[in-house]
């Protein structure tokens, strides 16, 4: 049973920076794709971005050139840097890898922005 278990979230001001990992139990390269969606109250999940095992990214409009993606696969990582963060990005933000047609989520992890 594959298992994504994300850590890093919590409490900043708007205009702040944060971190967010999402540790895998096997190796990443085993995805076709991982990443990190999210969902504010009231909202549906969307796609914050995505990260072929190849390393083609996908970032949702909202949040180009303020996140980053990365990963490291020694340690079976997968983080999201955050930066200059508004208001509107509080949400529950979600870890996600998808191999062929099986897809896998992490628990979940809350980012709260304040104003």
């Known amino acids: 049973q594959v298992q994504l278990v994300e850590s890093g979230g919590g409490l900043v001001q708007a205009g702040g920076s944060l971190g967010l990992s999402c540790e895998a139990s096997e190796s990443i390269f085993d995805f076709n794709y991982m990443g990190w969606y999210r969902q504010a109250p009231g909202n549906q999940r969307e796609l914050v971005v995505t990260?072929?095992?190849?390393?083609?990214?996908n970032y949702a409009d909202s949040v180009k050139g303020r996140f980053t993606i990365s990963r490291d696969g020694t340690s079976r990582t997968v983080y999201l840097q955050m930066s200059n963060l508004k208001s509107e990005d509080t949400a529950v933000y979600y870890c996600?890898?998808?191999?062929?047609?099986?897809?896998?989520w992490g628990q979940g992890i809350q980012v709260t922005v304040s104003s």
């Open positions: 996600y890898a998808r191999r062929a047609r099986s897809e896998f």
């Open positions: 990260i072929s095992v190849g390393g083609t990214t």
